[in-house]
């Protein structure tokens, strides 16, 4: 294949043309430039970033006075959970080879771009916060809901295992997780996971859903950070809750039973020393300060937080908990370039040290099948996980 093909090709791709309007379209097949190599899509997850983008309660793609760009005038093509065969190396790329196998950082950093000198926050490792940061799938730039997408061959990491794509698709999302709990340890809090200290340690930890985030953070939490620790989980679905609970948590029906009552009895009156919002829901504010301890810490991880008046925080400001906002998978880079989040989170699946297979629970074999996900089949009770394996 060479630029000229390539040039002159078209593609398959779900093109988000408007609120809740998905259209498969032919569109112009990336051109790869000396440094990018062309994937072509094997396998995509679906987020519910995804779906809010779709239902139009969150639009990412911006103009440089920070104003959204509206669908209508810049359609966009989503899915940022990415695994795909490199197609075609540009001519400057001797790391990867055609044929092989790769897991997508979606994100587009001063490394990816070749940018010197390199940003503050590149500098530090927060990538996913790079001064010049775009995303592929989200914040404009096409995303893997195509036949084929092109990306810096720094931002394609080998999976050198037997790994099974429609897993490795969870990549990205347990880098998150990864980024998520790491940066709840950098950040100066009252309580600690895994403190020497007694009296500093988390002892309790309270998670808000237990969705793809969810059961990640439980894994996690246990497998990776060794916490030793109570974990409760929040979760009207029945399904979700029994997930949980082979993970190790003990679960809760909120419909069911009063949460802080359980709260409040599971921790010996104590509250929780360590809060995550996993499901970004709204609604939840307005129980956190009965279900945390003063000085606690809240990971804000979960998008969306619709149906909410902001007055739900002046009851949590008064226990001055400490906030901690998440968002990616930051931390740093290989000495090749590539994120050493994703190559963690990669390796952690290949090692199936993280289990991922057992939720996933819908599986859409084309591009022409993917709108079935978005209108319906991820508001039924049913649904936990969706991969396109194209």
Known sequence: MNHLTSKTSSMKAMVLSDIAKLELREVPRPVVQQYEVLIRVLAVGLCGTDFHIFSGQANYNINQRGKVIPLVEQPQILGHELVGIVEEVGSLVKDLHIGDRVVIDQGLNCLSRRRQPKCEYCVSGDSHQCQFFSEH????????????????????????????????????????????????????????????DINQRVRSILIFGAGPAGLLFIQYLYKVLNYDGLILVSEPNQRKRELASCFGAEVIDPQVVDLVDV???????????????????????????????RQATVLLYGLGHAGVDLSVLNNLQFMEPTLVAAIGASGGFRSDGRPCTYDRALGLLAAKQIEVTSWITHCYQSLESVPQAFTSDHLEPDYIKGVVVL
């Open 263 to 293: 709260v409040q009895d599971k921790t010996g009156g104590r509250r929780v020393e360590y809060l995550i919002d996993a499901c970004g829901a709204g609604s939840v504010f307005k129980d956190i300060p009965a279900l945390i301890r």
């Open 137 to 196: 799938g989200i914040t404009g730039l096409p995303g893997g809901l195509a036949e084929y997408i092109a990306v810096p061959a720094v931002n394609a990491i080998p999976i050198n295992s037997d790994l099974e794509t429609i897993a490795a698709v969870l990549t990205e999302p347990l880098g998150c997780i990864s980024h998520a709990l790491d940066r709840g340890t950098r950040s100066r809090t009252r309580y600690v996971i895994n403190a020497e």
